[in-house]
């Protein structure tokens, strides 16, 4: 009996590179260099507020901090009168005030900087006017609002508007200033119209610039409306903030730090990912 043997192809052993190892090998490594850095530095902040509490024992130290913000945030949404209300609706009440004022601002500035940016002669004349107006404190404008309000609800909304305004008109003139002349150039000899000069040129070409404005403007916006709402009164973070100084309830006021640091950090990193998810590459 003959037996035949074939002989079978072995096939070469498959040589895996860095690149096409299994994420799940690469992302631990990955997330320690991401991680270590920054936790790094809250450690060595935390550290360094332990050794300020023990010069300074008035001061309270992180871990008082802690326990009070557990208790604080434990029933946020309490309502024991327009006086005595949690840290939740204080915050929501905040930013009804940021999104009024910012939304008002950029309403206005928005299309105020487009024509500024497309006419050079409108831009001459506001450009005094806008250069005298920019840099006065927002605070100074609180109390021509409640002259002419008669309420410090809508003041403080005037003083988070006039104060956001700026960065809108500036950076959106700015970046319609910057669009190349020869695009326009093009778009007269087509005869394009006004609005779709605007929708398929200026707008796409000077969106960066917007929305650094818009990224700015609201950063101004969170940061005055607490200095306001400490001079206005109502529910908000500022008069929180002063009614727990009132109260010599420092750990409070250190958490409201903590939340408006927190909070103002989500609304530039909300801006950050608008601006990647609409960014124009030329």
Same mark, same amino acid.
């Given at each position: ?72 945030? &434990?029933? /946020? ?9 949690? @840290?939740?609706?204080? #915050? %929501? *009440? ?57 309420? &410090?609800? /809508? ?9 956001? @305004?700026?960065?809108? #008109? %500036? *950076? ?75 109260? %010599? *309830? ?33």
């Amino acid at each position: 009996m003959t037996t035949t043997v074939t002989n079978a192809t072995v096939a070469p052993p498959i040589k895996v590179s860095k690149r096409q190892m299994p994420a799940i090998m690469v992302k631990p490594a990955a997330m320690v260099r991401w991680a270590f850095p920054p936790a790094l530095g809250i450690a060595l902040f935390i550290f360094a507020w332990a050794v300020l509490h023990h010069f300074r024992p008035e001061l309270p130290g992180p871990a008082s901090t802690w326990t009070s913000a557990i208790e604080l945030f &434990a029933d /946020p949404f309490y309502n024991n009168g327009p006086n005595d209300q949690g @840290i939740g609706w204080n #915050i %929501l *009440n905040s930013l009804g005030r940021v999104g009024l004022g910012f939304g008002m601002a950029a309403l206005i500035g928005i299309p105020l900087g487009f024509i500024l940016g497309r006419v050079q002669f409108i831009n001459q004349m506001f450009a005094p006017i806008i250069s005298l107006l920019r840099p006065v404190s927002p605070l100074a404008w609180l109390p021509i609002g409640l002259l002419v309000f008669k309420a &410090a609800e /809508p003041a403080s909304i005037w003083v988070i508007f006039i104060s956001s @305004i700026w960065p809108i #008109i %500036l *950076n959106t003139a700015a970046g319609v200033s910057q669009v190349p002349q020869d695009y326009l150039n093009v778009a007269r000899v087509l005869r394009l119209s006004e609005w779709k000069v605007f929708t398929t040129i200026l707008f796409p070409s000077s969106l960066p610039y917007l929305l650094t404005g818009i990224r700015l403007s609201i950063g101004v916006a969170w940061l005055v409306i607490v200095a306001a709402e400490m001079l206005t009164g109502g529910v908000g973070l500022g008069f929180w903030v002063w009614d727990e100084w009132n109260n %010599l *309830n420092v750990e409070h006021i250190l958490i409201a730090i903590f939340v408006v640091g927190i909070v103002g950090l989500l609304l530039e990193q909300a801006l950050l990912l608008l601006a990647k998810r609409f960014s124009y590459e030329g």
